[in-house]
């Protein structure tokens, strides 16, 4: 079952044209990963699914994007329940200057939830989720800027998932951080399928076809190839996604 | 050799530079310490005593009332234009432009333009609610400036992280972005008070000399630094000019002091 679907969707920076005509479906409780070369369009394709490009200037977007049937693009729509909805964990981790607890209750609390109680459980679930939870709970109330970066970025996946989202996007959540820390991210992100629709923007060929049940090729702004996953790794239908996997260009 | 030509220079330069805060402190130490009588911390002033007391309190009135004034003005001010403004704004370049020339300006310049607006035209006379508001004037870039650096030294990717969890602009500004920006502002809202405590051209001008205690906003005064001024060109009370100069600089020390410890416990609080 589709839980996003892009309709059409174009996208312009000023006069340049970064995304030319996409359409495609994000399966529920799947993960879904974008591939291609630096500049084709990944990051910008992932940020329209939450509206983060609304925030750069003189960017304007034509078509649909719907989630359960809803058009994230409509007037009526509200920016920051779609955001409470659609969760995002970016590139380099970016944790608050702050505690960890106040890191993960900044999300909830920002939604209206106020109780101690409440607030403690999701702080303890999220962490959980996260996979870091037996790693941090005996300093709740350390700087978060004071953990290692694999650590900081799973503290920012669980900060995500402490609102409660749907989909998960996340804008090659590994590629700051060592083979370690990476497999255990890996290893988390195909846990949190059950839960949540999951995108996920990756330049590690390897890691695409590990975690991810569906993959869209990208090259200038068009998705070249959309397909199952091993379906486009041993498989490819187009001469450039072939290319592509095979490491001749990109 | 020519790496020691340098290093030695470096230490000439500092030497220089430490020397002189040295022996201009140790000069006006020497000179008025001896004269810090009682008697200049009467509270009424009278051409015997000389007391220095309505002065000081003051200056603590109209750095108090500018910073009352200028600091939301500036912070706000600074806030608009990194946080809300677009970037290509022609206003925006605007108030940039006039942000650095006043901060350019000779502080006298402050005080003709203070004389003939607020005490002529708008006819406050002399008074300290003219000396506060040209002071405002004066500080105002200062605290735009300084509002605006710690702004831009905020990291965007943390703005994002707050927009991408749900949160609005406003909770983003105070939640995320105030706490990190706040050691700097601080340090320009300090900034602005040390320019004030110095002041003497723009407020002779607009506050007068008169060595009473004002008693609304509307009645004339001096600060410190004016009446070390008027003590020392009078000629007749050098002395007790050196040991105003005295309580002078303590005041800026501490002010300084506080300035350092109010920022650096900030900035372990937000990144401890
Ligand atoms: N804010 C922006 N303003 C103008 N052009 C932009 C902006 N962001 C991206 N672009 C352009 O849009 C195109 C797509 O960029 P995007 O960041 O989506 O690529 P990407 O596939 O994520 O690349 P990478 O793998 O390097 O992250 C690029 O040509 C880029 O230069
Ligand atoms: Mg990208």
């Known amino acids: 079952m589709s839980k996003v679907t892009i309709k059409e969707l174009n996208l312009f920076y000023g006069k340049f044209q970064a995304l030319h005509n996409i359409n495609l479906p994000i399966l529920k409780n799947e993960i879904t990963a974008f591939i291609g070369p630096s500049g084709c369009g990944k990051s910008t394709l992932i ?204 | 050799m020519s790496r020691n030509y340098i290093k030695g220079l470096v230490y000439f330069s500092a030497l220089i530079t430490f020397g002189s805060l040295f022996f201009i402190i140790s000069f006006i130490l020497i000179k008025g310490l001896p004269h810090l009588t009682p008697a200049l911390f009467s509270f009424h002033y009278t051409t015997t005593n000389v007391s220095l007391l309505p002065a000081l309190l003051t200056t603590f009135m109209v750095v108090g009332l500018t910073l009352i004034i200028a600091t939301p003005i500036g912070v706000f001010t600074g806030f608009y234009l990194i946080e809300y403004a677009e970037k290509n704004n022609k206003g925006v370049e605007l108030i940039r432009i006039a942000t650095d020339t006043l901060a350019a300006i000779p502080s006298i310049v402050y005080g003709l333009f203070g004389m003939l607006f607020f005490v002529t035209f708008l006819r406050f006379q002399y008074s300290l609610l003219a000396g506060v508001l040209t002071a405002v004037i004066m500080v105002l870039p200062l605290i735009i400036r300084a509002t605006e650096e710690s702004l831009l030294s905020v990291k965007d990717s943390l703005r994002q992280a707050s927009f991408s969890l749900g949160a609005g602009k406003l909770r983003t500004i105070f939640k995320i972005v105030l706490p990190v920006a706040m050691p700097g502002i601080l340090s320009g809202v300090i900034l602005a008070s040390g320019r004030v405590v110095g002041e003497t051209a723009a407020l002779m001008y607009t506050m007068g000399t008169s060595t009473n205690l004002p008693d609304s906003l509307f009645s004339s005064g001096r600060t410190l630094a004016l009446h070390m001024y008027v003590l020392s060109s009078e000629g007749q009370h050098v002395n007790e000019s050196y040991a105003t100069g005295v309580v002078l600089i303590l005041t800026v020390l501490i002010i300084n002091a506080l300035s350092t410890y109010l920022s650096s416990r900030l900035t372990k609080e937000t990144t401890k």
């Open chain 1, 47 to 250: 940020k329209s699914l939450n509206r983060m490009n609304d925030l750069v200037e003189g960017c304007t977007i034509s078509g649909e994007v719907k989630m359960d049937d809803e058009n994230i693009y409509a007037k009526e729509c509200n920016i920051n329940l779609l955001r409470k909805r659609v969760g995002m964990v970016f590139q380099q981790p970016n944790p608050f200057p702050m505690s960890i607890y106040d890191n993960i209750a900044y999300g909830p609390r920002t939604h209206g939830i106020k109780n101690k109680q409440i607030v403690d459980e999701l702080v303890e679930k999220s962490l959980r989720k996260a996979a870091i939870w037996e790693e941090v709970k005996d300093d709740l109330k350390k700087n978060a800027l004071s953990l290692s970066g694999g650590q900081q970025q799973r503290i920012c996946i669980a900060r995500a998932l402490a609102v409660d989202p749907e989909v998960l996007l996340m804008d090659e959540p590994t590629s700051a951080l060592d083979p370690i820390s990476t497999a255990k991210i890996e290893e988390l992100v195909i846990g949190l399928k059950k839960d949540y629709t999951l995108v996920i923007v990756t330049h590690n060929m390897q890691q695409a076809s590990r975690i991810s049940d569906k993959t869209a090729f990208f090259l200038n702004g068009k998705i070249i190839e959309y397909d199952e996953t091993r379906k486009i790794f041993t498989n490819p239908k187009k001469q450039e996604t072939e290319d592509y996997i095979s490491g001749r260009f990109g």
